[in-house]
């Protein structure tokens, strides 16, 4: 690992529990958020023989994306928590031939990138996990060239994104819903607020900061038959978090509760539920 984490109860969460089971599903969840994240790649607008940073790249989608867009004259550095992730990240690399795409197992929060000066420090979904997010945003605005710039996609609130919010509640007459988090706290509504995220950016030293939302429909669990979008979303997301240790009897309730909530929204593509996210830019 390139630094010690500071976020051990991440590191784990991503190794042991999390990062298998993403490993398993990748395909199904790279279909499904593929969109979103190719279109915060074109709001970065990376361009041949950019030098990029890829925070929180898991199994190494839009790390490859980024590799084929700086092409043989740029570099792109993966960093993520999760070994299990970064081996499916590294194949798919290699299978590619993508010689100017490298990973690291690292927290990004604690790793140094000072003098690497990317031009772009990028992330799909990998920037809310921070302990201490001001000081990792100061770390990665270390990371940038003076004109580089930083562009993440992050989740808006969970009232706002149907494909998650409408599985956990039909999963919740059957199970003991967690708390929720406090605001702000690790996890995938952690950057939901825009006033939270600019504070966050702020004190970390960034300008220019924007937040454009990207709300738009998606393929849920990437337009698998209906029985299989069930499964995909009683591991994943809010629900997944739920049913993590719940019977099979009561994960069988729960899944015909499941079905029944998202079967009118079941088509020959598979399911389609809105997602509402935040394209956020911000410069050193």
């Not at 010690?4 to 590191?11: G, I, L, M, R, Y």
């Not at 950016?201 to 029985?227: K, M, N, Q, T, Y």
């Not at 909530?261 to 394209?279: K, N, S, Y």
Request: glycine share 10%; hydrophobic share 45%.
């Amino acid at each position: 690992m390139g630094a010690e984490s500071v976020n051990a109860e991440q590191d784990e969460y991503w190794n042991e529990t999390a990062g298998p089971k993403w490993v398993a599903l990748a395909d199904l969840i790279d279909e499904q958020i593929a969109p979103l994240g190719l279109e915060a790649i074109e709001a970065a607008a990376v361009v041949e023989g950019a030098r990029v940073l890829d925070v929180g790249c898991g199994c190494g989608q839009t790390t490859v994306q980024l590799g084929a867009r700086v092409g043989p004259t740029g570099r792109v550095l993966g960093v993520d928590l999760s070994e299990p992730m970064l081996e499916v990240a590294r194949t798919r690399a290699s299978e590619r031939a993508l010689d100017q795409v490298r990973f690291e197992r690292a927290d990004a929060q604690v790793r140094s990138f000072a003098g690497d000066g990317f031009d772009r420090v990028f992330s799909r979904f990998g920037v809310m996990f921070f302990a201490d997010p001001p000081a990792a945003f100061a770390n990665l605005r270390a990371a940038l060239a003076p004109q580089g710039r930083l562009v993440f996609l992050c989740w808006q609130a969970l009232a706002k994104n149907p494909w998650m919010l409408r599985p956990l509640m039909a999963a919740a007459p059957h199970v003991d819903l967690p708390p929720p988090p406090e605001p702000g706290s690790p996890g995938p509504f952690a950057f939901a607020d825009p006033d939270h995220v600019r504070g966050i950016l702020e004190a970390a030293g960034f300008g220019d900061i924007e937040l454009v939302p990207l709300e738009r429909e998606i393929v849920v669990g990437g337009g698998r038959g209906l029985e299989e979008t069930v499964d995909f979303v009683l591991q994943m997301g809010p629900a997944g978090v739920a049913m993590r240790e719940a019977d099979k009897a009561t994960r069988d309730k729960a899944s015909a509760s499941v079905r029944e909530a998202l079967e009118p929204f079941a088509g020959p593509d598979g399911v389609r539920l809105d997602a509402a996210t935040w394209i956020v830019s911000a410069r050193p």
